[in-house]
């Protein structure tokens, strides 16, 4: 068997974190959709929010250059969540079945102090 001594790359070279959102397009199935290379998580959660994911399923990070990939859907439902609470306002609905899925129950409930 012959053995390659190179191998070829499309993982970007510097120390960045890339995100990969998972989205169901309806009769065309699901697809892995990257984010600009130069966004942060804000801008994640900013595209999700502005309605640029028509169904995201799941959300990975990723870093080639420190070795290391988490599924990072838990914490961005639960910070959309968070922001929907702190504006007073529901879940966009192409964003309810996504963060019913990964956020606790008692985060999509905002308490409201009466005094």
């Given at each position: 068997?012959?053995?390659?001594?190179?191998?070829?790359?499309?993982?970007?070279?510097?120390d960045?974190?890339?995100?990969?959102?998972?989205?169901?397009?309806?009769?065309?199935?699901?697809?892995?959709?990257?984010?600009?290379?130069?966004?942060?998580?804000?801008?994640?959660?900013?595209?999700?929010?502005?309605?640029?994911?028509?169904?995201?399923?799941?959300?990975?990070?990723?870093?080639?250059?420190?070795?290391?990939?988490?599924?990072?859907?838990g914490?961005?439902?639960?910070?959309?969540?968070?922001?929907?609470?702190?504006?007073?306002?529901?879940?966009?609905?192409?964003?309810?079945?996504?963060?019913?899925?990964?956020?606790?129950?008692?985060?999509?409930?905002?308490?409201?102090?009466?005094?």
């Amino acid at each position: 068997m012959r053995q390659f001594r190179w191998l070829l790359s499309i993982a970007p070279n510097s120390d960045e974190t890339v995100y990969l959102v998972a989205d169901n397009s309806g009769r065309n199935g699901s697809a892995w959709c990257e984010v600009d290379l130069e966004s942060a998580v804000e801008a994640v959660i900013q595209d999700l929010l502005a309605g640029e994911y028509r169904k995201p399923i799941r959300i990975v990070a990723f870093n080639p250059a420190e070795r290391w990939s988490e599924d990072v859907s838990g914490a961005i439902a639960r910070e959309i969540q968070r922001r929907c609470n702190l504006q007073l306002s529901d879940v966009p609905s192409y964003l309810q079945e996504f963060v019913d899925r990964y956020s606790p129950q008692d985060l999509q409930q905002f308490n409201l102090c009466l005094v």
